[in-house]
C-alpha cells in the first residue's frame, strides 16, 4: 500500500470515529476478506489485493491484511473466502427482473442443458406433471417459459391441438424462451376472447389454421405480450409473496447484486411494493415501456438514487421482435421464413410509422429521460438511427447514455453510426451457443458469424455491455462471460472466431462497464475504496481456468452492502 494512501486510510478512520458517538462505534462492525483472489476490475488488465476492508456497507480499505490489521487493530471480524475469487457483484446489462419469479415457480419447460423438454410430447408430460392444485392456484393457469421451437425435436410450435392435451378444463400459455411468442390451449384462447373473428393486432399476429381464420393456438409479438403478465400475476398476496422471493433467490443465486427490469408495464407495481415492504435484498432499476413512461416516470421512484433498493431509471421502447423467432425486423429475407409466411419474409416492425418512434424519442430527450432501445434486426436498428437523429440535433446528446439493446444482427456501418451518436451497445452473445447453429440456417453461415459482434464494437470505440436477458435465458451470469469468451454452439461450431472477448473483458462487460451504463460507476462495479461492499465470491477464477470452464464455475457467495445475501 502506497504510504499516502495508507494516511489517508488512518486519517479518515480516525475522522469518522471521532465523529460517532461511544454507542455508533460499539455497533460498528468492520469486515476483513482475505483468503483467495480479491479481483478489483479496475484497470485494463488484471488487478489483485490480497484484503478488503468493509464499513457500513462500504468498501474502506484495499491492501495486504498485514496493513489492515495494522490500521484497524482486533476491530475486525475476519473472513476467509478460501480459495474462493472476490469480484464486484454482477450487474446485469439487460434483463427482465419481474419475470424471474415465473421461470423459477412455472413448468420448467427449457431445452436441455437448462431443462429436459427437447420435444413437444416430453414438453407436454412436464405441463402435466406440474398442474397440480397448489401450482393452478397461483394465476388460475398452467403455466411454463422457455420451449424452443428452434432446438426441439419437432422443430416447431406447440399449437392448441398439443396443449389441449395437458388439458382441456383449465387453460395452458407457454412462453416461448424469447419472451416474444406464446402457445395457448383452446380453453386459453377461449378465456382470452381469441377467435377466428378477432384481428391481428398492430405489431403482432395470430397465427391461424391452414386455409381458415381459425386461430390454431401461437401468438406473436403484441398478440402474445399483452396477456403474458395477465396469466402469470399471481392471484393472491400469498402468490405473489411465493413468486418474488423465488425470483430474487434465483438472482442471488446467480451473483446479482444489481438487476434490471427491462421492460416494466403494471409489473413495476408489484416491485414498489416489494420496495416500500423493505423485502428487496439487492439493487432493481426498472426502465419502463414508453406507454407507461408519463405515468410512472413522474412517480418519485424515478430517481437517481435507490429507495429500499428500487429506483426507475429510463424508459424502455421495443421497435421489433426475435431474430430466432424470425420476428426481428431485416432488410433481408430469411432464408428460412415461419410456418404460413412467404419467401421474401423480413420479419416485422413493431411500430411502423417512424413518426411515432421520433415522439417517444423526442419526450425521452425533451425529459433528458434515458432511454434503452430493442432492436435486433438490421432494419430496426436502421429505424432506430434515423429516428432518433433528430432528437439528439434538437436537444443535443451531452452523457446520456442511451442503450441499443440486443443488436443481434447489427451491420458494420451501423456500428459506426451508433460511435457517433454515442449510444451504449448491450449485446447478447448467449445467442452464439443457444442460437448459433440456428441463426446460420436462417440467415446464413457468414452473417450467422457476425452476430453479436462485441470484439468489432469495442474495436471501433463504442462502450459495450452484455447480458442475459433472463428469462430468455437462466441468469446465469458466468455462462454469458463463458460465450462472450467462447462463442461454441450447441453443435461445437465457433460462431465467429473474431468476435471472442478476452474473459477479462467479458467480465468487465458486467461489472464496471455495466455499472457505467445504469450511471452508478461512481458506487458500483469496481472494488475500491468508498464504492459499495457488493462482492461475489465464485469457486474459481474465470481468468484462471480453460475457457470452457468458466461456464460451470458456480457462485459461493453473494454479498450486498456488506450483508451476506446469499450463501451456496
Same mark, same amino acid.
Given at each position: 500500500?502506497?504510504?499516502?494512501?495508507?494516511?489517508?486510510?488512518?486519517?479518515?478512520?480516525?475522522?469518522?470515529?471521532?465523529?460517532?458517538?461511544?454507542?455508533?462505534?460499539?455497533?460498528?462492525?468492520?469486515?476483513? /476478506?482475505?483468503?483467495?483472489?480479491?479481483?478489483?476490475?479496475?484497470?485494463?488488465?488484471?488487478?489483485?489485493?490480497?484484503?478488503?476492508?468493509?464499513?457500513?456497507?462500504?468498501?474502506?480499505?484495499?491492501?495486504?491484511?498485514?496493513?489492515?490489521?495494522?490500521?484497524?487493530?482486533?476491530?475486525?471480524? &475476519?473472513?476467509?473466502?478460501?480459495?474462493?475469487?472476490?469480484?464486484?457483484?454482477?450487474?446485469?446489462?439487460?434483463?427482465? /427482473?419481474?419475470?424471474?419469479?415465473?421461470?423459477?415457480?412455472?413448468?420448467?419447460?427449457? %431445452?436441455?442443458?437448462d431443462a429436459g423438454a427437447n420435444n413437444i410430447e416430453t414438453l407436454i408430460e412436464?405441463?402435466?406433471?406440474?398442474?397440480?392444485?397448489?401450482?393452478?392456484? +397461483?394465476?388460475?393457469?398452467?403455466?411454463?417459459?422457455?420451449?424452443?421451437?428452434?432446438?426441439?425435436?419437432?422443430?416447431?410450435? %406447440?399449437?392448441?391441438?398439443?396443449?389441449?392435451?395437458?388439458?382441456?378444463?383449465?387453460?395452458?400459455?407457454?412462453?416461448?424462451?424469447?419472451?416474444?411468442?406464446?402457445?395457448?390451449?383452446?380453453?386459453?384462447?377461449?378465456?382470452? =376472447?381469441?377467435?377466428?373473428?378477432?384481428?391481428?393486432?398492430?405489431?403482432?399476429?395470430?397465427?391461424?389454421?391452414?386455409?381458415? !381464420?381459425?386461430? =390454431?393456438?401461437?401468438?406473436?409479438?403484441?398478440?402474445?405480450?399483452?396477456?403474458?403478465?395477465?396469466?402469470?400475476?399471481?392471484?393472491?398476496?400469498?402468490?405473489?409473496?411465493?413468486?418474488? &422471493?423465488?425470483?430474487?433467490?434465483?438472482?442471488?443465486?446467480?451473483?446479482?447484486?444489481?438487476?434490471?427490469?427491462?421492460?416494466?408495464?403494471?409489473?413495476?407495481?408489484?416491485?414498489?411494493?416489494?420496495?416500500?415492504?423493505?423485502?428487496?435484498?439487492?439493487?432493481?432499476?426498472?426502465?419502463?415501456?414508453?406507454?407507461?413512461?408519463?405515468?410512472?416516470?413522474?412517480?418519485?421512484?424515478?430517481? %437517481?438514487?435507490?429507495?429500499?433498493?428500487?429506483?426507475?431509471?429510463?424508459?424502455?421502447?421495443?421497435?421489433?421482435?426475435?431474430?430466432?423467432?424470425?420476428?426481428?425486423?431485416?432488410?433481408?429475407?430469411?432464408?428460412?421464413?415461419?410456418?404460413?409466411?412467404?419467401?421474401?419474409?423480413?420479419?416485422?416492425?413493431?411500430?411502423?410509422?417512424?413518426?411515432?418512434?421520433?415522439?417517444? /424519442?423526442?419526450?425521452?430527450? !425533451? =425529459?433528458?429521460?434515458?432511454?434503452?432501445?430493442?432492436?435486433?434486426?438490421?432494419?430496426?436498428?436502421?429505424?432506430?438511427?434515423?429516428?432518433?437523429?433528430?432528437?439528439?440535433?434538437?436537444?443535443?446528446?451531452?452523457?446520456?447514455?442511451?442503450?441499443?439493446?440486443?443488436?443481434?444482427?447489427?451491420?458494420?456501418?451501423?456500428?459506426?453510426?451508433? !460511435?457517433?451518436?454515442?449510444?451504449?451497445?448491450?449485446?447478447?452473445?448467449?445467442?452464439?451457443?443457444?442460437?448459433?447453429?440456428?441463426?446460420?440456417?436462417?440467415?446464413?453461415?457468414?452473417?450467422?458469424?457476425?452476430?453479436?459482434?462485441?470484439?468489432?464494437?469495442? !474495436?471501433?470505440? +463504442?462502450?459495450?455491455?452484455?447480458?442475459?436477458?433472463?428469462?430468455?435465458? +437462466?441468469?446465469?451470469?458466468?455462462?454469458?462471460?463463458?460465450?462472450?469468451?467462447?462463442?461454441?454452439?450447441?453443435?461445437?461450431?465457433?460462431?465467429?472466431?473474431?468476435?471472442?472477448?478476452?474473459?477479462?473483458?467479458?467480465?468487465?462487460?458486467?461489472?464496471?462497464?455495466?455499472?457505467?451504463?445504469?450511471?452508478?460507476?461512481?458506487?458500483?462495479?469496481?472494488?475500491?475504496?468508498?464504492?459499495?461492499?457488493?462482492?461475489?465470491?465464485?469457486?474459481?477464477?474465470?481468468?484462471?481456468?480453460?475457457?470452457?470452464?468458466?461456464?460451470?464455475?458456480?457462485?459461493?457467495?453473494?454479498?450486498?452492502?456488506?450483508?451476506?445475501?446469499? =450463501?451456496?
Amino acid at each position: 500500500m502506497k504510504p499516502s494512501i495508507y494516511i489517508f486510510s488512518l486519517l479518515m478512520t480516525f475522522l469518522f470515529i471521532t465523529c460517532q458517538t461511544k454507542s455508533d462505534i460499539d455497533k460498528v462492525e468492520r469486515q476483513l /476478506y482475505f483468503g483467495g483472489d480479491i479481483l478489483t476490475m479496475k484497470g485494463d488488465t488484471p488487478r489483485y489485493e490480497e484484503a478488503l476492508v468493509t464499513e457500513y456497507g462500504k468498501i474502506i480499505f484495499l491492501g495486504t491484511k498485514e496493513e489492515a490489521i495494522e490500521i484497524f487493530g482486533k476491530d475486525l471480524t &475476519e473472513i476467509d473466502i478460501k480459495g474462493g475469487t472476490m469480484l464486484p457483484g454482477f450487474i446485469d446489462g439487460h434483463s427482465h /427482473y419481474a419475470a424471474f419469479s415465473a421461470q423459477a415457480i412455472g413448468a420448467q419447460i427449457l %431445452p436441455p442443458p437448462d431443462a429436459g423438454a427437447n420435444n413437444i410430447e416430453t414438453l407436454i408430460e412436464i405441463l402435466k406433471a406440474w398442474n397440480t392444485e397448489d401450482n393452478l392456484k +397461483l394465476t388460475g393457469w398452467i403455466f411454463g417459459m422457455g420451449f424452443d421451437d428452434s432446438v426441439i425435436e419437432d422443430q416447431r410450435f %406447440p399449437t392448441k391441438e398439443d396443449l389441449d392435451k395437458v388439458s382441456t378444463d383449465h387453460p395452458v400459455f407457454i412462453i416461448h424462451i424469447s419472451g416474444h411468442f406464446a402457445s395457448v390451449n383452446s380453453k386459453g384462447l377461449e378465456l382470452l =376472447n381469441i377467435t377466428a373473428k378477432t384481428p391481428d393486432p398492430e405489431g403482432g399476429l395470430i397465427r391461424r389454421i391452414a386455409g381458415s !381464420k381459425e386461430p =390454431n393456438g401461437v401468438l406473436e409479438e403484441l398478440a402474445a405480450i399483452p396477456h403474458m403478465m395477465e396469466v402469470i400475476t399471481p392471484k393472491t398476496k400469498a402468490g405473489i409473496q411465493r413468486f418474488m &422471493e423465488a425470483g430474487q433467490e434465483m438472482a442471488l443465486s446467480y451473483g446479482y447484486t444489481t438487476a434490471q427490469e427491462g421492460r416494466a408495464m403494471q409489473n413495476h407495481l408489484a416491485l414498489v411494493n416489494e420496495a416500500e415492504k423493505d423485502n428487496l435484498k439487492l439493487d432493481v432499476v426498472s426502465y419502463v415501456d414508453y406507454t407507461f413512461m408519463d405515468e410512472y416516470l413522474a412517480t418519485e421512484w424515478y430517481s %437517481p438514487a435507490y429507495k429500499n433498493h428500487y429506483r426507475i431509471g429510463g424508459v424502455k421502447l421495443t421497435l421489433d421482435g426475435s431474430p430466432q423467432g424470425r420476428t426481428a425486423w431485416r432488410t433481408q429475407p430469411y432464408l428460412i421464413p415461419p410456418d404460413g409466411a412467404t419467401n421474401d419474409y423480413k420479419g416485422y416492425p413493431a411500430i411502423p410509422n417512424d413518426e411515432d418512434v421520433e415522439r417517444i /424519442y423526442e419526450t425521452a430527450f !425533451k =425529459n433528458n429521460w434515458q432511454i434503452l432501445t430493442h432492436a435486433n434486426g438490421d432494419a430496426a436498428i436502421d429505424q432506430m438511427i434515423r429516428t432518433i437523429r433528430p432528437s439528439i440535433e434538437k436537444y443535443g446528446n451531452t452523457d446520456r447514455r442511451n442503450v441499443l439493446i440486443h443488436g443481434q444482427y447489427v451491420r458494420e456501418d451501423q456500428l459506426d453510426s451508433l !460511435k457517433k451518436l454515442d449510444i451504449i451497445a448491450s449485446l447478447f452473445p448467449l445467442h452464439t451457443f443457444y442460437w448459433g447453429d440456428w441463426h446460420k440456417e436462417i440467415i446464413g453461415d457468414s452473417l450467422g458469424n457476425i452476430i453479436s459482434p462485441t470484439r468489432t464494437a469495442l !474495436k471501433k470505440g +463504442l462502450k459495450i455491455t452484455i447480458h442475459t436477458d433472463a428469462p430468455v435465458a +437462466l441468469p446465469n451470469i458466468m455462462r454469458v462471460v463463458w460465450t462472450a469468451a467462447s462463442r461454441t454452439s450447441r453443435s461445437g461450431q465457433i460462431i465467429g472466431n473474431m468476435e471472442r472477448l478476452k474473459p477479462y473483458r467479458a467480465l468487465k462487460a458486467i461489472t464496471e462497464w455495466s455499472a457505467y451504463q445504469h450511471f452508478e460507476e461512481n458506487s458500483k462495479g469496481t472494488l475500491e475504496e468508498g464504492k459499495l461492499a457488493d462482492f461475489v465470491v465464485l469457486d474459481k477464477n474465470p481468468l484462471k481456468v480453460p475457457i470452457e470452464q468458466i461456464k460451470d464455475i458456480t457462485v459461493l457467495k453473494t454479498i450486498k452492502e456488506g450483508e451476506v445475501v446469499f =450463501n451456496r
